[in-house]
């Protein structure tokens, strides 16, 4: 992947958003259409999807008091990627500015990820702001939301992004390494439920690719790494490892997307 598509979720402020900060995505590796939660919250994109700074679309906000759109049992935003994109993605953690670009998909037209995002705001202490309407300039509108959750010097924040229709299309977990209960987090971010989920062997995953992603990050002197993929039904999950200030040092990255296909 070309510098250009080093993870600008973090790098990139939403001035256009007023509302939304920093998102916190990885600092250094995608493309995706996904956003990220960080010092504040905000919409960016994730690894692998592109450096374009989001703006507003329409009135800011989705209709309603907590603002959830009606998901429809037919819409999807965006081309489908290349699937050799995703089939050529390493199978060792790399520099993130290696990976494949590529943009995430509705993961399957009707599901909003509601309860699992519910689950993941209550378990742990996150409060999730409404959804704004972001608008990725060569890109789909989409409905983004993020929270933050600060203790002491870490943090811990989630972010998801839907269609226009309301359909999900990618979820970020991101966590300060340091954090007490770091891994427990994670664990509950891979537990998605989405069709085709195989929670068991995202948990699996997670704990063997983990120690790779420490080795070739820390060999790295803080460029940040991605993981090799997670497949399981129409999702794809990749961890990165950044340096990030505003996490008050290292930080994960848990981002699951859409991949367009099963």
Not at 72 to 78: A, V
Request: aromatic share 6%; glycine share 10%.
């Amino acid at each position: 992947m070309s510098a250009a598509h080093t993870l600008k979720r973090t790098v990139a402020a939403v001035a256009a958003v007023a509302s939304l900060v920093v998102l916190t995505g990885c600092s250094a590796s995608h493309s995706k259409d996904a956003d990220k939660p960080g010092v504040g919250s905000g919409a960016q994109l994730g690894p692998g999807e592109g450096e374009e700074s989001p703006s507003p679309a329409g009135a800011g906000t989705s209709p309603g008091s907590g603002a959830t759109p009606s998901p429809s049992s037919t819409g999807s935003s965006g081309a489908v990627p290349d699937p050799q994109s995703l089939a050529s993605w390493p199978a060792e953690p790399v520099d993130a500015t290696k990976v494949p670009d590529f943009r995430s998909q509705v993961i399957k037209p009707g599901y909003t990820g509601e309860s699992y995002l519910d689950h993941l705001a209550v378990t742990w202490g996150i409060t999730l702001e409404a959804r704004q309407k972001i608008d990725f300039p060569g890109r789909p509108t989409v409905w983004h939301t993020s929270g933050v959750k600060q203790s002491g010097e870490t943090k811990t924040a989630i972010a998801a992004v839907w269609s226009l229709d309301g359909d999900l299309m990618s979820v970020s977990c991101l966590v300060t390494a340091a954090a007490p209960r770091r891994a427990d987090f994670l664990h509950d971010c891979a537990s998605m439920s989405h069709p085709g989920a195989a929670p068991a062997a995202a948990k699996a995953w997670l704990d063997e690719v983990e120690p790779r992603v420490d080795a070739t990050f820390a060999s790295g002197k803080g460029t940040a790494v991605d993981s090799p993929l997670h497949r399981a039904g129409p999702v794809a999950t990749v961890l990165q490892k950044s340096r990030d200030a505003s996490y008050g040092g290292d930080r994960y990255e848990l981002y699951a997307f859409g991949t367009g296909s099963n």
